[in-house]
């Protein structure tokens, strides 16, 4: 089969250690839609009431490739919710000392 089908070949071995690799890698990968948020969230509330930065600064800041589908930033409470990739994660600002902290 090898010499006949050299491409179907190397296309299947392709395959097999791609499926190889989403299977080591399942735990980090089914934790990745929770990141986008998390880090959109807590880096915004950092940069927006730790740092003082205007908000686009601080819009322009969290971009990412992977974009949020909604953001919503209550400067009254001082809290930033982000969603992204189905899960929503909401930072609020705590202190001076303490800075941000996600909202479990």
Not at 89 to 97: D, L, M, Q, S, V
């Amino acid at each position: 089969m090898i010499r006949r089908h050299p491409f179907i070949s190397v296309l299947l071995v392709l395959l097999f250690a791609l499926f190889g690799w989403i299977w080591h890698e399942r735990v980090n990968l089914q934790a990745f839609p929770d990141i986008i948020a998390a880090y959109t969230a807590k880096e915004y509330c950092s940069c927006r009431y730790v740092a003082n930065n205007p908000a686009q600064y601080c819009l322009g800041y969290v971009k990412q490739y992977v974009p949020i589908s909604a953001f919503i930033d209550t400067p009254e409470r001082s809290e930033v919710t982000a969603s992204g990739l189905g899960r929503t994660h909401t930072a609020r600002w705590i202190g001076n000392r303490q800075g941000c902290r996600l909202n479990p």
